[in-house]
């Protein structure tokens, strides 16, 4: 089974930059598309970018759009979401989810398998 593992979240201030890592063993990412989601407090789980299997097209939501940034490295079997200028209102848990579909989705059903999760806090 496809584990996955979350790493790279932590408290950072308004305008700044984390960059969260996705790590698998066992199996090979390129192989699945990638969903990164994210859940506030009393909110679900949204949808928030993805990169599509096999070198295929990335996807973000228009509240990230510009600001965050994601990116396999084959070679170390890893998906990156880069985020820079956060704001407090990305605070949330981060999760990364993998789908075998061949195209991105921001549904939460398409993807069978997720990390634990990693809290990000934007706060001064």
């Known amino acids: 089974q496809l584990q996955l593992v979350e790493s790279g979240g932590g408290l950072v201030q308004p305008g700044g930059s984390l960059r969260l890592s996705c790590a698998a063993s066992?199996?090979?990412?390129?192989?699945?598309?990638i969903g990164w989601f994210r859940q506030a407090p009393g909110k679900e789980r949204e949808g928030i970018s993805c990169?599509?299997?096999?070198?295929?097209?990335?996807n973000y939501v228009d509240s990230v759009k510009g600001r965050f940034t994601v990116s396999r490295d084959n070679a170390k079997n890893t998906v990156y979401l880069q985020m820079n200028s956060l704001k407090p209102e990305d605070t949330a848990v981060y999760y990364c989810a993998a789908s075998t579909n061949h195209y991105c989705s921001g549904h939460v059903s398409v993807y069978a398998y997720w990390g634990q999760g990693t809290q990000v806090t934007v706060s001064s």
């Open positions: 066992r199996f090979t990412l390129d192989y699945f598309t």
């Open positions: 990169i599509s299997k096999s070198g295929g097209p990335t």
